[in-house]
């Protein structure tokens, strides 16, 4: 199907990008300026920001509870933002929509970004702050099953880093990865996939610009020949946790997040992709206002029931 009207709209309004290099600061500064007050974000039981003391250091999170049960599962969600952008404010809406779908404690990670932080800072704030969240069940309220890893977009890629860096570890807790338009593969050759080909101009997110907006995580230290960087070239994927992959079918990262989930299939790890027809790159962030890209929610919340 054709792209979305109401995305088409909106793309078309957007201005030109500034010429010139990318100013992370201002481009953090923008993002930021569009986050809704408080009093218009989707009301919850309780959403507090705490700090998660980890091995990699001190991490901000954000706990968001959405009733007063007892006991739920728990998500650790981590925003996307091509490793420079993003931020526990931008995604707030994300984590407040995952918490109330899914009825779970969803803990948001406020990890170290590029260009500032050297890898793997970020990646260690990840997994530190799942290691740690187990540690606290109690706190906060874990019935001790379900236990997700989450994200969107390069928050996908490091949401697939962190499940297999914790089954490297014999951490064997994390029983869901749920990946939304993950970034996977982190060469960006035109002929890898055809998506990119397909998808390059004209969507919001283009194959011109990925070298780009990519290029602090890679002068930070990231090497997208490490499975930790591109989780695709991880050579063993058996004993993963069970894989959710949505996908968009106008994004220039379309394939890589479907040849994962074959991949998964293949070792022997349960994997559901679904494309969304007439989405683009970030539609879950952007989008998820429109009433067919709002199910993404209550496809998770589906996902996440079901067992290992």
Known sequence: MPLHPEIARILADLPAPPPGPLDPAAMRAGEEARVPPLEERLPLHDVRDTIA???????????????????????IYFHGGAFFLGSLDTHDHIARQLAKATGCTVVS????????????????????????????????????????????????????????????????????????????????DTDRYASLRENAEGYGVETA?????????????AD???????????????????ALIVTAEYDPMRDEGELYGARLTEAGVPATVRRYAGANHGFVQNFSWIPEFAQVFDETAEFLRQGK
Request: with cysteine; charged share 20%.
């Open 53 to 75: 003391v980890t091995s990699a250091g001190e991490v901000p999170v954000r706990v968001y509870t959405p009733t007063g049960t007892d006991t739920s599962g728990l998500v």
């Open 209 to 221: 610009g990925l070298p780009a907006f990519n290029s602090f995580y890679f002068d930070s230290g």
């Open 109 to 188: 990670v406020g990890y170290r970004r590029a260009p500032e932080a050297q890898f793997p800072a970020g990646l260690d704030d990840c997994y530190g702050v799942v290691r740690w969240a187990t540690d606290h069940g109690d706190e906060l309220h874990w019935d001790g099953n379900t236990l997700a890893v989450a994200g969107d977009s390069s928050g996908g890629t490091f949401a697939a880093a962190v499940a297999a860096l914790a089954h490297d570890d014999g951490f064997d807790r994390i029983t869901h990865q749920v990946l939304y338009y993950p970034s996977l593969d982190l060469d960006f």
């Open 224 to 242: 997208p020949a490490d499975p930790r960087v591109s989780p695709i070239k991880r050579g063993d994927l058996t004993g993963l946790p069970a």
